[in-house]
Nanobody, 124 residues
C-alpha cells in the first residue's frame, strides 16, 4: 500500500522559511514518474504549487511561488522536499504531497497518490 507522509509545516512570520518533506512508504519514489506539491487555502480550491520529474530534470512552479520555492527529491531517502523562502501570508494553506505515473502535470487528476497534508501558516 502506498503512503505519502508530509512533515515540516508550522507557523512562521512573513519573510521566513520552511522546508516541507514528503516521505513515501510502500513504493519507492524512483518508480513514480512525477511528484508534486499542491496547497489549499481556506475557502479556496486546491492549487498546484510545484512538480518534479523522476530524474529531477524537469520542474514546474506556479507563478505565485516562482523564485521563492524550490522542489527537490532524494531518491535514496524516498523523500521529496519543498523549500519555501520569503513566505507571505497568502502562502497560508494546507500543503499536500502527490505522486503520479505520468508527466509532471499541473492538475490534480494527473496524480494518483496523495498525502494527508501539513498546515503552513504565515503571519504578517
Amino acid at each position: 500500500q502506498v503512503q505519502l507522509v508530509e512533515s515540516g509545516g508550522g507557523l512562521v512570520q512573513a519573510g521566513g522559511s520552511l522546508r516541507l518533506s514528503c516521505a513515501a512508504f510502500g513504493r519507492s519514489f524512483s518508480t513514480y514518474a512525477a511528484m508534486g506539491w499542491f496547497r489549499q487555502a481556506p475557502g479556496k480550491e486546491p492549487e498546484f504549487v510545484a512538480g518534479i520529474s523522476r530524474s529531477g530534470g524537469i520542474t514546474h512552479y506556479a507563478d505565485p511561488v516562482k523564485g521563492r520555492f524550490t522542489i527537490s527529491r532524494d531518491i535514496g531517502k524516498n523523500t521529496v522536499y519543498l523549500q519555501m523562502n520569503s513566505l507571505k501570508p497568502e502562502d497560508t494553506a494546507v500543503y499536500y504531497c502527490a505522486a503520479g505515473n505520468g508527466a509532471v502535470g499541473l492538475a490534480r487528476n494527473e496524480y494518483d497518490y496523495w498525502g494527508q497534508g501539513t498546515q503552513v501558516t504565515v503571519s504578517s
